[in-house]
């Protein structure tokens, strides 16, 4: 445990440093490159597409998580309990095709570019944001429901103040899944000429360059694990938060 926060930094840091100085690792990589070929991508920054790729992810996550958690707020009240198989209908339907399905179906609708990809990813975040939603708020311990109750809270006070902060921890927990899946399905985004790190890949496929494909493949897995990281810690610290305020 003591060399985690070590581990994180290695890692961040030696990520920063290919995004940004991809050269200094060419030696690396270059008995993977074909004789005649750049060993390197070279038809874009590195920093650029790894921007695109993330803003991509941010881009659609957002939106995705924010309505997954306005349903699991709306089925997990009185008035909209009715509503739940269709609040999980809704974020189940992300997940029944696959997101080659997605794009080929987004395509001629929005066109080429970013817009299939995010339609894609947006689809794809609902689910395990709204039933970690749905877990947290159904799990916050009714002594404190009742405790907030008999401080005259209103259901709106209540929710704000005392449900969707105990619920916090396994929502970000959910945004953090969601996130992890996008950054990894992002890359198919480039087949449909969405900009990101799939470029790369799809690239060194193209010419038969594993150079490209190993620095495509390993720095979308890196974003992967450092996004898992960080959302982690979030996770732990409302965690330890939450049980601060049960206790109290």
Wanted: hydrophobic share 60%; no cysteine; aromatic share 6%.
């Amino acid at each position: 445990m003591k060399a985690a926060p070590f581990v994180r930094l290695a890692l961040w840091t030696l990520v920063a440093a290919f995004v940004l100085w991809p050269d200094l690792f060419a030696p690396l990589l270059r008995p993977l490159a074909p004789d005649g070929m750049p060993v390197i991508y070279d038809r874009a920054r590195l920093a650029d597409l790894t921007l695109w790729h993330l803003g991509l992810v941010v881009a659609a996550i957002i939106p995705s998580a924010l309505l997954a958690t306005a349903l699991a707020i709306l089925v997990t009240r009185p008035s909209g309990a009715e509503f739940l198989p269709l609040a999980r209908a809704l974020g189940g339907f992300g997940q029944t095709f696959p997101p080659v399905a997605v794009l080929a179906l987004a395509v001629p609708v929005v066109g080429f570019g970013a817009w299939p990809t995010l339609i894609a990813l947006f689809l794809y975040g609902l689910l395990p944001v709204l039933e970690n939603a749905l877990a947290g708020l159904s799990g916050v311990p009714r002594a404190v429901m009742l405790a907030a109750d008999g401080m005259g809270m209103t259901p709106r006070q209540r929710l704000w103040r005392v449900e969707l902060p105990l619920a916090a921890p396994l929502m970000v927990e959910g945004v953090r899944i969601s996130t992890v899946i996008a950054i990894s399905t992002a890359a198919i985004g480039s087949t449909v000429a969405a900009p990101g790190l799939g470029e790369v890949i799809i690239a060194g496929l193209n010419a038969n360059n594993l150079a490209f494909v190993v620095q495509g493949g390993l720095l979308t897995a890196a974003l992967a694990l450092i996004v898992h990281d960080a959302l982690g810690l979030a996770a732990h610290a409302l965690k330890a938060h939450r049980r601060v305020t049960v206790a109290g």
